[in-house]
């Protein structure tokens, strides 16, 4: 079983993720923060990963630390979930379009975190949410999952369809990554034999 759970709790923030990366796309979330829930249940309903999250930040300073420190928790167990990464097809990638907005999106479960983040939003908030954060988001699931991804926006207006496409189009391309091809189950995706480093 490809599961994990992960507790964190610092002055700032006490989070908890749960997670089946084999599971049909239930979600149980709970943040705080209203958009935040609506993009972390697309995650999870897009990637077919089972997705349990509570979260109590300190929401009266911003939202800053709740919604960074979400990422890093969520990325955390989908490495721990992932294990010696054994069979997994390590690369995907989608290209989603929402009503006027098109964006692309590659992963490599390389165990070498970066992102690659060329979006920008026709307004600085979703509600009451920053748009800068969504950044922050993707840099931590990316640097605690060990995840080489690139989000791109091609074009858009709306900034809700902008944002919306990245976390679906994350959530599809981890989808195809995480997947077990049972011509290699035993073996790690690289001619190394380990992935990390320059593999």
């Not at 049909?24 to 935040?36: E, K, R, S, V």
């Not at 930040?57 to 054994?86: F, N, P, Q």
């Not at 991804?149 to 990554?177: M, P, Q, W």
Request: hydrophobic fraction near 40%; aromatic fraction near 6%; charge should be negative.
């Amino acid at each position: 079983m490809r599961t994990a759970t992960i507790e964190r709790k610092t002055r700032e923030t006490e989070i908890l993720a749960s997670l089946d990366l084999d599971g049909t796309g239930a979600y149980d979330i709970d943040t705080g923060i209203g958009f935040l829930d609506h993009m972390l249940e697309r995650f999870s309903r897009h990637s077919l990963i089972d997705l349990k999250v509570r979260a109590v930040g300190d929401l009266h300073v911003d939202y800053h630390h709740t919604t960074e420190d979400t990422g890093i928790v969520i990325g955390s167990a989908i490495k721990r979930a992932l294990g010696d990464l054994a069979g997994i097809q390590r690369f995907g990638s989608a290209i989603i379009p929402m009503d006027e907005t098109l964006t692309r999106v590659a992963i490599d479960i390389a165990n070498r975190p970066y992102l690659i983040w060329k979006v920008t939003f026709t307004r600085p908030k979703i509600g009451d949410m920053d748009t800068e954060l969504f950044r922050e988001w993707f840099q931590a699931l990316a640097q605690n999952a060990g995840l080489c991804l690139h989000i791109e926006n091609l074009y858009g207006e709306n900034s809700h369809h902008i944002v919306e496409t990245c976390f679906k189009g994350t959530a599809r391309s981890l989808r195809d990554a995480i997947c077990i091809d049972e011509r290699i189950e035993d073996l790690v995706p690289s001619t190394k034999g380990v992935l990390g480093d320059d593999s």
